[in-house]
């Protein structure tokens, strides 16, 4: 079965300082990934996703995610943090049939 | 622009009672699901539809029930509510076009808290 590993439940980042959330999943066959961000209180909203082609995926915010197969890895970057990307960041995987496995989401917590 | 929409936002419900967390979608998808969200725990899911009249469980169905009449609603029944069902509950909706990247939208979440 499919299964997202977020190693990090909580990151502390300097304001302006870059940012890498990890992210591993499992999966057999090729994976359909996505991040997602949730602010508190809010629903999901969807940084960036990645299916095929380009293994650095840009998003929206300033955010970008690199899928390396060989370590089952989709880490999410943003090379400076702002106060209001404060927020708790899931990771999730989607199968052929289309439901999705998350994270258990890693909080990001900006210091000034 | 709706997108995915949920009603209602906050509910406090005794242990026992009965209630539906409604779920609309404008956008003319297919599949449908709902989750819920834990702290520490990620989002898991109850149950899914991939058109109206089919449904299937997901990971967490127990204590839940759905249904998919049309293919805008899929509203969430819970017909006697305990504690364990305190969380919050998330409906999303996902085109089954394949071009669509398996992107799956989200409503803005229903705080249910059993007491």
């Known amino acids: 079965a499919q299964s997202v590993t977020q190693p990090d439940i909580h990151i502390t980042v300097s304001e302006g300082a870059s940012l890498e959330l990890r992210c591993n999943y499992s999966y057999g066959a090729t994976p359909y990934l996505f991040w997602y961000v949730q602010s508190p209180g809010q629903g999901l909203q969807l940084l960036l996703k990645y299916f095929s082609g380009d293994t650095l995926v840009q998003g929206i915010k300033g955010f970008e995610a690199e899928f390396k197969r060989s370590q089952s890895s989709f880490n999410l970057r943003k090379p400076s943090v702002h106060w209001s990307d404060a927020a708790e960041y899931f990771c999730a995987v989607a199968t052929g049939y289309s439901t999705l496995t998350f994270g258990k989401g890693t909080m990001l917590l900006v210091s000034p | 622009n709706a997108g995915v929409t949920q009603t209602p936002k906050f509910r406090i419900l005794k242990i026992g009672q009965s209630m539906t967390l409604q779920c609309t979608q404008d956008?003319?998808?297919?599949?449908m699901y709902w989750y819920r969200q834990d702290p520490g725990m990620g989002l898991k899911l109850i149950y899914y539809?991939?058109?109206?009249?089919?449904?299937d469980k997901g990971e967490v169905p127990n204590g839940y029930n759905v249904s998919r009449s049309t293919t805008e609603d899929f509203p969430l029944r819970l017909e006697l509510a305990a504690p364990s069902q305190t969380s919050v509950y998330f409906c999303?909706?996902?085109?089954?076009?394949?071009?669509?990247?398996?992107?799956?939208?989200f409503g803005e979440g229903s705080w249910l808290t059993v007491v």
């Open positions: 539809s991939v058109g109206a009249g089919i449904t």
């Open positions: 956008m003319n998808h297919n599949y």
């Open positions: 999303a909706s996902r085109t089954g076009r394949p071009s669509s990247g398996n992107t799956i939208y």
